[in-house]
């Protein structure tokens, strides 16, 4: 396969493990932020190619796994009134709310559908105009143009049956938040590749700069992760803190401008709360006012509702990279792909899920 083949090449990644080992001198933490990158370590075994004084711990960049509990109630509250119409990405239907989620609200008789774009949920409400469609958009700065686009072509073409359940969340804040924490441990980031194909990484420099931390944004294929690994043991190693840009095929200094416009557009930065890790100032985005018809939260008038997590889901630690999933005592046992008791045990990207598609050795006995 043209174009990826050359960076899962097993000869030039044995070679920049290496030279990683050449390298390094002391121990050194590293956090890749983004759960595709998580995956992509775990299924390549690429932790266990570093040099042992590499710990790689893992991010909170799992966009299904830090939509917040309340969030996830109240998709679940709209999918089960008569008239709505919920359309979801797939991995959202089995992250468990409080009580239930959306997969049992489908299987329910709640009209919940899976789409693979917002195109495809504007075609829904243009398709069902006798339906009240709720298009439910999480994710990072990765999916907002797409779903700011939707929202700005509803208002255009004035499609009032469609409105967005909003949770889209911001990388640097959560950064700035695992730095501020008084048991970090992290001393560099791989800063994720696809959301600076959007954002670019200007804004990482304040970050590095002020916290005195090197962040390296990276691809997602196994000789990328080596290369920005290996970028970082260089700077950690010289003293250096830096952003450097390993994911140049993709990634530029300004990112993609007219990506940034319609987000400025449609969304304005908000407090969010992240699933497991709290709340984050400034770390959100939410429909503007202009947008209001197609907000869902007030459409429905959605009020705030209690949750309730199970107390033995240890994912605030893991998507803060202080535990590992085999250090969560449900890890393989109650807590499964099957029957998930949290969020990274569902997504594709999350850190419970990867650890137990490529490491179901690990298991704490
Ligand atoms: S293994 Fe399951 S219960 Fe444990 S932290 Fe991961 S998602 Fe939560």
Known sequence: MKYIDEYRDERLARALAAEIS????????????????????????????????????????????????????????????????????????????????????????????????????????????????????????????????????????????????????????????????????????????HVCTVMGYREYEALSREFRV?????????????????????????????????????????????AQRIMQEVFEVCDRKWRGVGPIPQSGLKLRPEFAAHDAEQVFELADVATEEPAVCISAQVLQGLKKPVDCPAFARTCTPENPLGAPMVSAEGACAAYYQYRRHAVKA
């Not at 830090?66 to 679940?76: F, M, N, P, Q």
């Not at 495809?120 to 339906?131: G, H, I, M, Y």
């Not at 080596?226 to 200094?253: D, F, P, T």
Request: charge should be neutral; proline fraction near 7%; include cysteine.
């Open 22 to 193: 050449r390298q390094v001198t002391r121990s050194w933490v590293l956090m890749e932020i983004c759960g595709g990158q998580t995956h992509t370590l775990m299924r390549y075994g690429i932790d266990e190619l570093l040099p042992p004084q590499i710990e790689l711990v893992h991010g909170p960049g799992c966009p299904v796994c830090v939509t917040a509990l309340e969030t996830i109630d109240k998709a679940i509250q709209l999918a089960s009134r008569p008239e709505v119409t919920l359309v979801s990405y797939g991995d959202m239907l089995r992250v468990p709310g409080s009580h239930s989620d959306l997969f049992r609200v489908k299987a329910g008789g709640g009209d919940v559908r899976v789409v693979y774009s917002p195109v495809d949920a504007l075609n829904v409400a243009r398709a069902n105009p006798e339906r009240r469609v709720v298009f439910f958009a999480i994710g990072f700065e990765t999916t907002a143009p797409a779903n700011a686009m939707a929202a700005w072509q509803a208002r255009r073409e004035g499609l009032r049956n469609f409105s967005m359940l909003v949770s889209h969340v911001l990388v640097p804040p959560a950064i700035r938040l695992l730095l501020n924490s008084p048991g970090n441990r992290v001393q560099a980031f791989i800063a994720p590749g």
């Open 214 to 258: 090197p962040i390296v944004v990276g691809g997602f294929e196994p000789v990328d992760l080596l290369e920005a690994i290996s970028m970082l043991v260089a700077q950690l190693e010289a003293g250096r803190a830096e952003v450097e840009n390993q994911y140049v095929r993709s990634v530029c200094y300004e990112g993609n401008l007219p």
